[in-house]
């Protein structure tokens, strides 16, 4: 499957605890989103990434989120210090630059914070 | 603020009649959307997209509609089936541009055999 891969499917830690996912996208895109979905909600953007650049991280949701992606493949999201609203699944996307603007989702990490 | 939303949650239609989803948008200046659906534990699956300069696009049994005037985007499914039962979200891409995207809350679509 050359799809867009997320590891781990599925995270449980205890609040207070950092958690770190990690997405890796179709290997000829060159953008990577991430974005959290909570239940019964559509997927809401947090940041992205054009090569190893982050163009926007203005929608991290605290200064406990952050992202890398540092060599312009894969990329990490952390989350510091979580907190039981952190519980969401987390979703990875990748696209080509020159395309429309479609996007590629991975299955997505589901987070549950004790 | 801008926003997406849908007009209805759920939607039950029998398997092989037409379904209809709709979606209202409040970003005039949204010039792509799409539609994504998402099965239960799986990431949204690209469907369909538009750009502003259409009012209609068809693919394999799916047919999208915007209308510019009053905001309003519909997903037509053909001859509905089990397997399209899931979660439809319609995504516009705002003002901003870079593909962030803003999603609606989403319709449950089941099919009853």
């Known amino acids: 499957d050359t799809g867009v891969s997320q590891d781990p499917r599925h995270k449980i830690t205890k609040r207070g605890q950092n958690v770190t996912f990690r997405c890796d996208p179709i290997s000829e895109h060159n953008r990577l989103y991430w974005y959290r979905q909570t239940l019964g909600q559509g997927p809401e953007f947090l940041t992205y990434f054009q090569n190893e650049a982050q163009l926007e991280k203005s929608r991290l949701l605290s200064d406990r989120f952050s992202a890398e992606r540092p060599k312009g493949s894969f990329s990490t999201l952390e989350i510091q210090r979580t907190e039981q609203g952190d519980s969401a699944m987390y979703l990875c996307?990748?696209?080509?630059?020159?395309?429309?603007?479609?996007?590629?989702f991975g299955s997505g990490t589901q987070l549950s914070v004790l | 603020g801008e926003s997406v939303g849908l007009h209805l949650p759920t939607l039950s239609v029998q398997e092989g009649d037409n379904s209809i989803i709709n979606c209202a948008y409040s970003n005039s200046a949204s010039d792509y959307f799409i539609w994504y659906k998402q099965e239960s534990g799986k990431g949204p699956q690209f469907i369909i997209d538009?750009?502003?300069?259409?009012d209609k696009r068809q693919g394999q049994r799916v047919t999208v509609l915007l209308n510019k005037t009053v905001k309003h985007l519909s997903l037509q499914i053909a001859a509905t089936q089990p397997g399209d039962s899931a979660v439809y979200f319609c995504a516009e891409n705002g003002a901003g541009g870079g593909n962030k995207l803003t999603f609606g809350t989403g319709t449950q679509l089941k099919v009853e055999l």
């Open positions: 538009i750009r502003s300069n259409m």
């Open positions: 996307a990748s696209s080509p630059r020159r395309s429309d603007e479609k996007l590629f």
